[in-house]
């Protein structure tokens, strides 16, 4: 499989009042395109520091970040702001949703920031909608719905740029099991169409939907390996 990123070396370290913290001390890694991966590691380990540097809303201190052939380790914050409009999207565990805006509108939210609401939009965040499950809750705010409704507005919303990578930190940590499971089948779903897919989890059994899961320790990767899924 094609790369659709890559992280070479990459360093990054938290300035503290006078101590500097090391959060990734040198992660080299290749994210193959339609690839399902959970990022998984104790607290502290650096994953989510790696999520956020792969989501462009971080820069390493050092080391080198390739999407989609292009290095933007050292991009601005515009530059940053566009390529994370364009290549990727992003689901977050407490959903991000805003509260005044029916499920349509939160849908639409990434285009409105980029000034691209329009009618033919508007069909194509409704379709989404219908994609993940709330064709009947088109016109229903944050509050009237329940956590994997809410989940599933922020997977709608994730896709409405159509992009290379989603972005998944710990998509379950706020649900049941049961709803859990049905937000995992929709994203292997996604992936099976394929999307690539990197996910943060710390739970074993949300990490066993993915394809491959990589673990990270004290700012370094501890292992990498492939799940068989016809085991």
Known sequence: MAAVAQVLNLV?????ESVTVPALRGVTLT?????????????????????????????????????????????????????RGRYLGFIFQSYNLIPQYTVVENIEVP???????NAETRRRCIALARMVGLGERLDHRPTQLSGGQQQRVAIARALVNDPEIILADEPTGNLDSKTSEEIMQLLCALNDAGRTIIMVTHENDIAAW??????????LVESDHRIDLAA
């Open 12 to 16: 990054k370290h938290y300035q503290m």
């Open 111 to 117: 285009l409105l920031y980029q000034g691209r609401l």
């Open 210 to 219: 993915a394809r491959r899961v990589v673990r990270l320790r004290d700012g």
């Open 31 to 83: 994210f193959d395109r339609g690839d399902f991966i959970a990022l998984m590691g104790p607290s502290g380990s650096g994953k989510s520091t790696l999520l956020n540097i792969l989501g462009c809303l971080d820069r390493p201190t050092s080391g080198q970040y390739i999407l989609a052939g292009h290095d933007v380790s050292r991009l601005s914050d515009d530059e940053l702001s566009e390529i």
